[in-house]
């Protein structure tokens, strides 16, 4: 049996950059979307929390030192909003303290100013790597759970399933775009995963 390969728009990954200088925000982001990310900013956290409620953002560079709140507040904020997104924090007044509170809440590194754009990159694009090896497999392993709501008929919408399976909209609207056109059993055949396609084919049976 021949397995027809799932092909789908290549999105660019969503990186928010949390700073109130204007000149290292417009630079940073020159940087980043040469190398063909998708980079928006804000100047401080207010503006940064409403953009990451409407937004799945796959990292964040977040400076450490924003007008209106601690660095560090608005990591803990951004957690809840949004789990899986990556948050690297910025910052120009290093401290040992600043640096193991900042991992101690969740924080994937401590970056110094000013930023190398070579080093920048290379750091960025292995965190996004590793992102995207673990959002492979809560995709596969989140699959039963989304059928289940979406059977009999259920109406549910992208961001009440999002909710309901702590996913990001963007994971979601993935995951129906690839049913809708594919079906599930296709996409299981094209992830090899023969075991679950048997079972699926005996329960239509």
Known sequence: ?????????????KILIVDDDKGLTDTLKIILESAGYDADFAING???LKKAETKFFN??????????MPGT?????????????VIIML???PTI????????LGASAYIMKPVDPKELLKFVGEKIHEQEEKSATIFDSTIPLYLGLIRDGNMWTVSAIAEKLNMSRTTVEKMSTIFAQNGVVKYW??????QIEKNFRKSKT
């Open 189 to 194: 055949e094209s992830r090899g995963i023969v």
């Open 1 to 13: 049996m021949s397995i027809e390969k799932i092909s789908m728009p290549i999105e660019k990954n």
């Open 59 to 68: 990292l964040v560079l977040l400076d450490l030192k924003l007008p209106d």
């Open 97 to 104: 303290d600043n640096a193991v509170e900042s991992l101690n």
């Open 91 to 93: 910052t120009g007044y």
């Open 73 to 85: 507040q608005l990591l803990k904020k951004l957690h809840m909003i949004s789990p899986r997104t």
């Open 46 to 48: 207010e503006t940064a």
